[in-house]
């Protein structure tokens, strides 16, 4: 997994106007050019005047379905037997305090990281930390990574790849607000063009004006 932290042609992304975020570094030949430039659209769309400080995008290996939304991972969960001896067993968590989806490292292509500057520009920065590890861990370690440890103003977005080939794409955000999350999911598939399939945390109308141009 890398880290990329260089804009095509060294433009910014200004909230402002009709300018956008340049995700250029997301593509290669494996991806749909229109589905990047929906991702784009939706982000530019999330995007306020003062709202979010950060943004986090993250580029994941193939198509990932719904179940990743809120997922914290698999951890040890103790019950009773009828001979009452305490025993463990593993199960998956969904917790109050949203945590950041357990990704393995092979699935992480690349992070991406911008940062809000005095003129509300955002520009690409080395300095974050990585969101996934790059060294493969129990997923239970997971459980206590919340994201409002992480950042209080920020969008953090999963966004799948090859989607030339799997003619189907999967987006999904955490937007946090301080103390709040606010996570959803949506899914799309290509035919002519890319439409929504499917949605979590979010209505499809809310999701389809987030992509209508």
């Known amino acids: 997994m890398k880290r990329i932290g260089v804009v095509a042609g060294g433009r910014r992304f200004d909230v402002g106007g009709s300018s956008y975020m340049n995700l250029e570094i997301l593509t290669n030949a494996t991806d749909?050019?229109?589905?990047?430039?929906?991702?784009?659209?939706?982000?530019?769309?999330?995007v306020g005047e003062e709202f979010p400080e950060q943004i986090f995008v993250m580029k994941i290996d193939n198509w990932f379905?719904?179940?990743?939304?809120?997922?914290?991972?698999i951890g040890s969960v103790r019950f009773d037997d009828f001979r009452l001896e305490i025993d463990t067993a593993l199960d998956e968590f969904s917790q109050d305090k949203v945590t950041f989806p357990p990704f393995t490292p092979n699935r992480v292509i690349g992070e991406y990281y911008f940062l809000r500057n005095e003129r509300g520009?955002?520009?690409?920065?080395?300095?974050?930390?990585?969101?996934?590890?790059?060294?493969?861990a129990h997923s239970s370690e997971n459980l206590h990574k919340r994201v409002t440890d992480f950042a209080t103003s920020a969008l953090f977005l999963w966004v799948s790849s090859n989607t030339k080939y799997n003619h189907r794409g999967?987006?999904?955000?955490?937007?946090?607000?301080?103390?709040?999350v606010h996570t959803w999911y949506m899914g799309l598939s290509n035919e002519d063009?890319?439409?929504?399939?499917?949605?979590?945390?979010?209505a499809r109308d809310q999701a389809g004006s987030l992509i209508q141009r």
Not at 65 to 73: T, V
Not at 128 to 134: D, I, K, L, Q
Request: avoid cysteine; aromatic fraction near 12%.
């Open 32 to 46: 749909d050019p229109r589905f990047v430039e929906l991702v784009k659209h939706v982000i530019s769309q999330l």
């Open 65 to 73: 379905d719904h179940k990743w939304l809120n997922f914290s991972g």
């Open 121 to 136: 520009e955002f520009l690409p920065s080395l300095k974050a930390p990585f969101v996934h590890e790059r060294k493969l």
């Open 170 to 180: 999967s987006l999904m955000v955490y937007e946090v607000k301080g103390p709040k």
């Open 193 to 202: 063009k890319w439409k929504i399939t499917q949605t979590r945390g979010i």
